[in-house]
């Protein structure tokens, strides 16, 4: 039991981790669009878009981080001193990018401040997630089961290529959610501009993907140690059929984009987590290194198992309740 309940919770944390960057990353993507944006009335229909869904959406930030806290005490005790700054600068951004969503209204003569809030918030919190990722793909130093590093150790250039790759990422989504959401110019520039992104995300995926090996001498023996390299290759092969799939779909499709652009993510997930598990602090601590005790992982499993389903039923009523898409006079206020 004490060897299934980690593994158990881990996948939660897992599942919680994908469903907050697939689901808060559009909308975050939405507001690192912003300024491509031709007029007010576009962003009031962009933001139409996201407006019935971007609150719940991180509702699944809240089940990581404290699934972590509950779960795995030791690794939330060694990642939070470890990247106390960038986790500090994303919640920051994102309470200013909620701030921002509410009061930027229409007509109210200060829409085109709130907006440019809008758009800042909204890519400082997407760049810091992923130099969050960064630093704990790279790994953290620990002694005696604690950070024993510096404040400033996750700032490397690999934490900051991921973070560019990750604004670059949450774009992609936002362009493609408006293609499936949006009418009009709206709609038709996100066409463009998906193509544009897509091959950006490629690039930043083709980046990390060597980089990871080369800097990583563990990361490299998983990958290319046999007999991993005769199953694993498959990775980036289906990556890039799904790359030209979204290439293509995205003249003539609405909803297929945005699949799509959600399953470059999934694979990238899952390139990831090929490359660290069973480590929830890379390079030294593991799922069971860190966990909780069994009578406390029995106790909040029992709550998720009756609650997660509940949450993810209100969540699927919610998307289609709202589902079709938004016209180019819908405004969210």
């Given at each position: 039991?004490?060897?299934?309940?980690?593994?158990?919770?881990?996948?939660?944390?897992?599942?919680a981790?994908?469903?907050?960057?697939?689901?808060?990353?559009?909308?975050?993507?939405?507001?690192?669009?912003?300024?491509?944006?031709?007029?007010?009335q576009?962003r009031?229909?962009?933001?139409?878009?996201?407006?019935?869904?971007?609150?719940?959406?991180?509702?699944?930030?809240?089940?990581?981080?404290?699934?972590?806290?509950?779960?795995?005490?030791?690794?939330?005790?060694?990642?939070?001193?470890?990247?106390?700054?960038?986790?500090?600068?994303?919640?920051?951004?994102?309470?200013?990018?909620?701030v921002?969503?509410?009061y930027?209204?229409?007509?109210?003569?200060n829409?085109?401040?709130?907006?440019?809030?809008?758009?800042?918030?909204?890519?400082?919190?997407?760049?810091?997630?992923?130099?969050?990722?960064?630093?704990?793909?790279?790994?953290?130093?620990?002694?005696?089961?604690?950070?024993?590093?510096?404040a400033?150790?996750?700032?490397?250039?690999?934490?900051?290529?991921?973070?560019?790759?990750?604004?670059?990422?949450?774009?992609?989504?936002g362009?493609?959610?408006?293609?499936?959401?949006?009418?009009?110019?709206?709609?038709?520039?996100?066409?463009?501009?998906?193509?544009?992104?897509l091959?950006?995300?490629?690039?930043?995926?083709?980046?990390?993907?060597?980089w990871?090996?080369?800097?990583?001498?563990?990361?490299?023996?998983?990958?290319?140690?046999?007999?991993?390299?005769?199953?694993?290759w498959?990775?980036?092969?289906?990556?890039g059929?799904?790359?030209?799939?979204?290439?293509?779909?995205?003249?003539?499709?609405?909803?297929?984009?945005?699949?799509?652009?959600?399953?470059?993510?999934?694979?990238?997930?899952?390139?990831?987590?090929?490359?660290?598990?069973?480590?929830?602090?890379?390079?030294?601590?593991?799922?069971?290194?860190?966990?909780?005790s069994?009578?406390?992982?029995?106790?909040?499993?029992?709550?998720?198992?009756?609650?997660?389903?509940?949450?993810?039923?209100?969540?699927?009523?919610?998307?289609w309740?709202?589902?079709?898409?938004?016209?180019?006079?819908?405004?969210y206020?």
């Amino acid at each position: 039991m004490a060897f299934d309940l980690p593994t158990a919770w881990a996948g939660i944390l897992a599942v919680a981790v994908v469903l907050y960057v697939v689901m808060d990353g559009f909308d975050l993507g939405i507001g690192v669009l912003f300024p491509s944006a031709e007029s007010e009335q576009q962003r009031d229909q962009m933001m139409a878009s996201v407006a019935p869904f971007w609150d719940g959406n991180e509702t699944w930030l809240v089940l990581g981080g404290g699934g972590l806290l509950v779960a795995f005490p030791a690794a939330y005790g060694v990642i939070m001193p470890a990247l106390y700054l960038p986790v500090i600068a994303m919640l920051l951004a994102l309470v200013l990018r909620g701030v921002a969503f509410e009061y930027r209204a229409p007509h109210a003569g200060n829409t085109a401040a709130w907006s440019l809030v809008f758009f800042g918030a909204s890519t400082v919190a997407a760049f810091f997630q992923g130099v969050i990722l960064g630093g704990l793909i790279q790994g953290i130093r620990v002694e005696n089961g604690a950070f024993a590093g510096g404040a400033f150790d996750w700032a490397t250039p690999f934490a900051l290529l991921c973070g560019l790759g990750v604004v670059a990422g949450y774009a992609l989504l936002g362009a493609t959610w408006l293609i499936m959401k949006t009418e009009g110019a709206v709609a038709e520039r996100a066409r463009r501009q998906a193509r544009v992104l897509l091959v950006v995300v490629m690039g930043f995926m083709v980046a990390v993907s060597l980089w990871t090996p080369l800097a990583f001498p563990r990361i490299q023996e998983r990958w290319f140690s046999a007999p991993n390299i005769y199953v694993l290759w498959i990775v980036p092969v289906i990556t890039g059929a799904v790359a030209l799939a979204v290439w293509r779909a995205t003249e003539r499709h609405d909803w297929v984009p945005f699949v799509g652009a959600i399953g470059l993510f999934l694979l990238g997930y899952l390139g990831l987590g090929i490359s660290t598990y069973p480590y929830v602090v890379p390079p030294s601590l593991t799922i069971w290194d860190t966990a909780s005790s069994p009578s406390t992982q029995i106790f909040m499993l029992a709550g998720t198992v009756v609650l997660l389903p509940i949450i993810l039923a209100y969540v699927a009523y919610v998307y289609w309740l709202f589902r079709g898409k938004v016209g180019e006079d819908e405004s969210y206020h």
